[in-house]
Antibody
Framework: QLQLQESGSGLVKPSQTLSLTCAVS??????????WSWIRQPPGKGLEWIGY???????YYNPSLKSRVTISVDRSKNQFSLKLSSVTAADTAVYYCARRPNYGDYEDAFDIWGQGTMVTVSS | QSALTQPASVSGSPGQSITISCTGT?????????VSWYQQHPGKAPKLMIYEGSKRPSGVSNRFSGSKSGNTASLTISGLQAEDEADYYC?????????FGGGTKLTVL
């Protein structure tokens, strides 16, 4: 059973870069047919899609965050990462990583999620 | 890219049925049969309940069903149970991007 686990800095200062990693266990991030995603949820608010990276390496980002977001994959470590630059208090949220099948069962849905990690932006 | 529109809250008594609507545009819900629905209990990660508009993942109760008409998707929960009380989010593919709804809080009276 594939599992995802987020890790990274829980407290980031304004204007700095938020960095998170999602470790994939119970399966290979290199198996085709999936994109690897980041989604966030500010306290008391709804879900916001951040972006995803396809097996090919192609990336797609939320237009509202595109200028500040980078998602990358490290196949040697079986993990993928999120970097969000120039953060402000508005970036305070629980950040989730998730798997998204590109075709077949559960196409374009987020079928497996990490437990989430809280990131606070504060000086 | 605007969030899909959901009612902020719905409620129902045990055993009743409720429907949550999710309204998008011709650029997302109306163009693709790729609407998914997620259930989220407090402090937990979202759980996939419906995908491709109306399909249920294995293990999800058949009390949950999904449909779509034009730019609006709907989630229906029949035979409400106390454990169904949670937040529900719709989500749609929007052509190289994805958009979520604002979420609906379901209260079981």
């Amino acid at each position: 059973q594939l599992q995802l686990q987020e890790s990274g800095s829980g407290l980031v200062k304004p204007s700095q870069t938020l960095s998170l990693t999602c470790a994939v266990s119970g399966g290979s991030i290199s198996s085709g047919g999936y994109s690897w995603s980041w989604i966030r949820q500010p306290p008391g608010k709804g879900l916001e899609w951040i972006g995803y990276i396809y097996h090919s390496g192609s990336t797609y980002y939320n237009p509202s965050l595109k200028s500040r977001v980078t998602i990358s994959v490290d196949r040697s470590k079986n993990q993928f990462s999120l970097k969000l630059s120039s953060v402000t208090a508005a970036d305070t949220a629980v950040y989730y990583c998730a798997r998204r099948p590109n075709y077949g069962d559960y196409e374009d849905a987020f079928d497996i999620w990490g437990q989430g990690t809280m990131v606070t932006v504060s000086s | 890219q605007s969030a899909l529109t959901q009612p902020a809250s719905v409620s129902g008594s045990p055993g009743q049925s409720i429907t949550i609507s999710c309204t998008g545009t011709s650029s997302d819900v109306g163009s693709y049969n790729l609407v998914s629905w997620y259930q989220q209990h407090p402090g937990k990660a979202p759980k996939l309940m419906i995908y491709e508009g109306s399909k249920r993942p294995s293990g999800v109760s058949n009390r949950f069903s999904g449909s779509k008409s034009g730019n609006t998707a709907s989630l229906t929960i029949s035979g409400l149970q106390a454990e169904d009380e949670a937040d529900y989010y719709c989500c749609s593919y929007a052509g190289s991007s994805t958009v979520f709804g604002g979420g609906t809080k379901l209260t079981v009276l």
